[in-house]
């Protein structure tokens, strides 16, 4: 049985596609309220997810203004715009997981850091990168658990990522390190990005940290 949390969060999801469906459908198992933020309200949404009474269609400057948390799945080459249209969300908790591409702009060298520059959110935390859309839904992998990584410089914003990992059926989501580590965890989803994408391991390929 999945941990829930006792409390009922407002979840901005940014973006579409596989990843934004599946953390949207587990988190609005999980109670919480899920506004999914989209530059086109057009976009296509799997008709599954709209028949969840907790899961919103919004702009993203709605989603974010009504959500405490916000998860940004939009590719790393959108990161800029969508940054710009979050409005302010200085006091909120941003959880970016991005795509496994890597920010190609000469003013900033990844996501991270195009996020805190725009939004002055000191409450950023990357998580949810290093694995697929199949872990998302169903983190059980051959009689274990697939472990979830998150790194960040907010305590606080952690421990909130945390508890949506665990909502989402992760038992051990690990702390990778401050801010200054979030590039392995770019280097770690590269690395799944090359087995599980390239050479089509989607389904058959997870992180596990094994300890004794």
Same mark, same amino acid.
């Given at each position: 049985?999945?941990?829930?949390?006792?409390?009922?969060?407002n979840?901005?999801?940014i973006?579409?596609?596989k990843n934004?469906?599946a953390?949207?459908?587990g988190?609005?198992?999980?109670?919480?309220?899920?506004?999914?933020?989209l530059k086109?309200?057009?976009?296509?949404?799997?008709p599954?997810?709209?028949?969840?009474?907790?899961?919103?269609?919004?702009?993203?400057?709605?989603?974010?203004?009504?959500?405490?948390?916000?998860?940004?799945t939009t590719?790393?080459?959108?990161?800029?715009?969508?940054?710009?249209?979050?409005g302010?969300?200085?006091? /909120?908790?941003? +959880?970016d997981l991005?795509? !496994?591409n890597?920010?190609? &702009?000469?003013?900033y060298?990844? =996501?991270?850091?195009? @996020?805190k520059?725009?939004?002055s959110?000191?409450?950023?935390?990357k998580?949810?990168?290093?694995?697929?859309?199949?872990?998302?839904?169903?983190?059980d992998?051959?009689?274990?658990t697939?472990?979830?990584f998150?790194?960040?410089?907010?305590?606080?914003?952690?421990?909130v990522v /945390?508890?949506? +990992?665990?909502?989402?059926? !992760?038992?051990?989501?690990? &702390?990778f390190g401050?801010g200054? =580590?979030i590039?392995? @965890?770019?280097e770690?989803?590269?690395?799944?990005n090359n087995?599980?994408?390239?050479?089509?391991?989607?389904?058959s390929?997870?992180y596990?940290?094994?300890?004794?």
């Amino acid at each position: 049985m999945r941990y829930k949390t006792l409390v009922c969060m407002n979840i901005a999801i940014i973006g579409a596609g596989k990843n934004t469906e599946a953390l949207a459908e587990g988190l609005a198992n999980a109670g919480h309220d899920v506004y999914i933020g989209l530059k086109d309200l057009n976009t296509y949404i799997s008709p599954r997810l709209l028949k969840l009474d907790n899961i919103f269609l919004v702009s993203v400057e709605d989603a974010a203004r009504e959500s405490d948390i916000i998860v940004i799945t939009t590719p790393a080459s959108e990161i800029r715009e969508v940054a710009y249209m979050l409005g302010d969300v200085r006091r /909120k908790t941003i +959880a970016d997981l991005s795509s !496994f591409n890597f920010l190609r &702009d000469a003013q900033y060298s990844n =996501t991270h850091t195009v @996020l805190k520059a725009i939004t002055s959110c000191q409450n950023l935390v990357k998580c949810f990168n290093v694995t697929g859309y199949e872990d998302l839904v169903n983190p059980d992998f051959i009689g274990a658990t697939t472990d979830m990584f998150m790194a960040g410089d907010s305590r606080k914003s952690k421990e909130v990522v /945390k508890l949506l +990992a665990r909502d989402l059926g !992760f038992i051990d989501c690990c &702390d990778f390190g401050d801010g200054d =580590t979030i590039p392995m @965890l770019d280097e770690m989803s590269q690395c799944w990005n090359n087995k599980a994408v390239k050479q089509k391991l989607v389904a058959s390929l997870a992180y596990k940290l094994v300890k004794r």
